[in-house]
């Protein structure tokens, strides 16, 4: 690993940490390029992902730990800045506690075909607009066997800084398709032979515990506060519930996500002995 130490915030080589608070420059500056991991383990993920990685900037206190991946930055070529706290938080415009930073090179989401093709189980989001919500449902969905996600036009950036953060960069390692059609694209799910559960709380709704799961499954999670729209509610094969207290309104839909991930892979009780 080349440690190459900047003194100076105004180097051009750290251009790509510029400013990582600034929501309007950062969108403008990353645009579909590049985004940046940060954290241990979220850049750990990011260099065991198909995802390029441009550069890396620590702290000095941060080398020894992070020495662990010098032969694979040094085997690629990759760049490891090398720059006091202080200097990193004129950078970045704020003070970054973990010290650990990386750039790197998007890869193109996959087309819904892939995803059909290669997952079966896939976690379907509509309008998630919160960053931190999405990473943690992408990690529930890489904890649990989830090998797809599909986010609908609106949702909020898979990539940005704090979706791979909360992640812990999970999220670089999950193929998600972005749809383009609304809720159009739905149909392809069915097409392909997956089942479409739309998680809703509605007393309607099947008890998640009763029902068979499908060989191939597409969870339906809509944004706190709305949830699933009507066309995409309307678009399911089944209304799913998550049976809770009287007393408890709802779960966040993360806290939902992880629930009915890990419902999913329960183990299927044999059946009992006949009785004699």
């Known amino acids: 690993m080349t440690r190459t130490p900047v003194a100076d915030a105004a180097d051009p080589r750290l251009d790509d940490y510029r400013a990582l608070n600034d929501q309007t420059f950062r969108r403008r500056y990353e645009g579909d390029r590049i985004f940046i991991a940060e954290g241990y383990v979220a850049v750990d993920r990011l260099i065991e992902s198909a995802h390029v990685v441009r550069s890396v900037l620590l702290s000095p206190s941060r080398l020894e730990r992070f020495a662990t991946n010098a032969s694979v930055l040094a085997a690629r070529g990759v760049p490891v800045f090398v720059a006091e706290r202080d200097v990193i938080a004129e950078v970045v415009g704020f003070d970054l506690h973990r010290g650990v930073l990386a750039c790197a090179e998007r890869l193109p989401h996959p087309h819904i075909d892939e995803l059909c093709r290669t997952a079966s189980r896939i976690a379907v989001l509509e309008g998630l607009n919160d960053a931190e919500n999405l990473g943690a449902i992408s990690r529930a969905a890489r904890a649990f066997g989830i090998d797809g996600m599909l986010i609908d036009p609106t949702c909020t950036d898979p990539y940005s800084r704090r979706t791979v953060r909360v992640s812990m960069g999970e999220v670089l390692t999950l193929p998600i398709a972005r749809a383009t059609a609304w809720p159009g694209d739905l149909e392809q799910l069915r097409a392909a032979g997956f089942e479409r559960w739309a998680m809703t709380p509605g007393a309607d709704a099947d008890d998640i515990w009763d029902l068979h799961v499908p060989d191939r499954v597409a969870v339906m999670l809509g944004a706190e506060g709305p949830g699933l729209s009507r066309v995409a509610l309307a678009a399911a094969e089944r209304r799913v ?34 009785p004699r």
Request: hydrophobic letters at 50%; zero cysteines.
């Open 241 to 274: 519930r998550i049976p809770i207290a009287d007393a408890v309104d709802s779960l966040n839909v993360a806290q939902a996500a992880a629930v009915t991930f890990a419902t999913l892979r329960r183990p299927v009780s044999p059946a009992p002995p006949p």
